[in-house]
DNA sequence: GTCTATAACCTGATAGAC
DNA sequence: GTCTATCAGGTTATAGAC
């Protein structure tokens, strides 16, 4: 690991743990055993360290849509695929999704841009399988809008309350999650 | 209404916009047109403002909570009255209940322990009466920490996305969500 | 590649004039 | 009750020694 991948690693830790604000260069530095100075060697601004981890998921996540739009099966099977990816990336990757979340307002210029491009694709490709699941009649009428927004609100959040209560099979967490999201909205 | 009040009420606005943090006293003070060391004539620290403005949601969930309590119905009807209230008095108080769910973390000594109790005994009473439909046969086998969490993670981040399309309609909105989350979990 | 020193600025909060 | 001036400390970032 190169130390420019020692102190992202770094970041990811503090910047969950207190947010992106709350945590100095200086913090960020001592939690390394060196001076803050140093850190500007390997990277260029706290922008960026914030930068790499947000805009590395969001990619992630894009990947992942990919796929599951290829798959070109019926609505169900296409959300259950997208709920079980969302869970299984976020038990993966606690710290970093947790700071896509909290802190991803904190981007400047092109990052933040990029990353709203990338998250508004994400919302529409599966605003998409929804609506294509309404039209199908697999959906009941209820409004597009709601529908992914009851799903994204609860996989979004995952990452904060399964840190509380990691004592849970993360098998039974992944079946009783998509049950009832589905069921919430599957005729 | 007083000074003080009008502080609060500026501040609950920039804090929503860009989190208690990243608002300094200067903002706020230029945003109400005077200067910094005035504030301090009508409160006594940034922290105090924030205080105010999460205690003061807090209390109220807590107060409609125990009004849900005592009709003493099935679960079924008392999970629809709680998600109900928390709808109405997020469409009524979108700001406070950003700040809320944002910025708490960032109360400090008595004020953070008293949040953290309002907020432990109101996930408590809903665990209840998850637990009371569990045992009666209304809700299925489900782990209670997941049925509480898909539905708290959904009313909790309602702020967000309601801000985006305040165009929908309150009372879909409502019975959308409504039916959406008790399909999810009552049998 | 890490250090010390420092620039330039922002932070919450206070003292005292008016 | 608002102002100016100021304090003590924190902020990102850079320059130059080693």
């Known amino acids: 690991m190169t130390r ?3 102190i992202i690693k770094a970041a990811k ?10 945590v100095s260069m ?3 530095a001592k939690s390394m055993d060196f001076k803050a100075a140093s850190l500007y060697n390997h990277i260029s601004s706290k922008e960026e360290i914030l930068a790499e981890i947000v805009l590395d998921v969001a990619h992630f996540f894009t990947k992942e849509m990919e796929q ?3 798959l070109g099966a019926d609505t169900k099977t296409q959300l259950e695929a997208v709920i079980n990816h969302h869970i299984l ?6 710290e970093a999704i947790a700071i896509v979340n909290n802190d991803w307002l904190h981007l400047e210029g092109i990052h933040f841009e990029e990353f709203l491009k990338l998250r508004n694709a994400y919302e529409q490709d599966l605003r998409d399988i929804i609506n294509q699941g309404v039209n199908a009649g697999e959906i009941g009428s209820k409004n597009t809008e709601i529908v992914l927004f009851s ?3 609860t996989l979004r959040t995952l990452h904060s309350w399964y840190r509380k209560r990691s004592g849970i ?3 039974q967490l992944r079946n009783d999650i998509t049950e009832i999201l589905l069921r919430g909205v599957i005729k």
């Open 151 to 153: 799903i994204l609100s």
């Open 169 to 171: 099979d993360g098998e």
């Open 4 to 6: 420019r991948e020692e």
């Open 26 to 28: 200086r913090d960020l």
């Open 89 to 94: 990336i976020t038990l993966e990757n606690p």
């Open 13 to 22: 830790v503090l910047f969950r743990e207190r947010g992106y604000r709350s």
């Open 68 to 70: 599951v739009k290829s």
